[in-house]
Nanobody, 114 residues
Framework: VQLVESGGGSVRPGESLRLSCRTV????????MAWYHQVPGEERELVAR???????LYGESVKGRFTISRDNDKNTVFLQMNNLRPEDTGTYFC?????????WGQGIQVTVFS
């Protein structure tokens, strides 16, 4: 099972990015899918999570700016990031979890610079 992330990059404050995470080797539909954010020296923090039933959970710092969604036909979860801030800079990791199955992507860099 692999999680393939794409869509990162460098943007200015206020701009947008859309991250994608595609599952390979398994159907995404059965998993809780999530995005985590990490900066050097700190633990990964939950950004957003979407359940198989599309129940949503967001970290406080991204509420109203980020939107998580999923397309099970494409085995893909998306993170639409609007109004990006310098503190959003870091590595974003995709996570797929159900029962004792817990998979992580390799991480993708997002840089927000003035």
């Amino acid at each position: 099972v692999q999680l393939v992330e794409s869509g990162g990059g460098s943007v200015r404050p206020g701009e947008s990015l859309r991250l994608s995470c595609r599952t390979v080797g398994t159907a995404a539909s059965i998993y809780n899918m999530a995005w985590y954010h990490q900066v050097p020296g700190e633990e990964r923090e939950l950004v957003a999570r979407i359940s198989p039933e599309r129940e949503l959970l967001y970290g406080e710092s991204v509420k109203g700016r980020f939107t998580i969604s999923r397309d099970n036909d494409k085995n893909t979860v998306f993170l639409q990031m609007n109004n990006l801030r310098p503190e959003d800079t870091g590595t974003y990791f995709c996570n797929a979890k159900v029962a004792f199955w817990d998979y992580w992507g390799q991480g993708i860099q997002v840089t927000v610079f003035s």
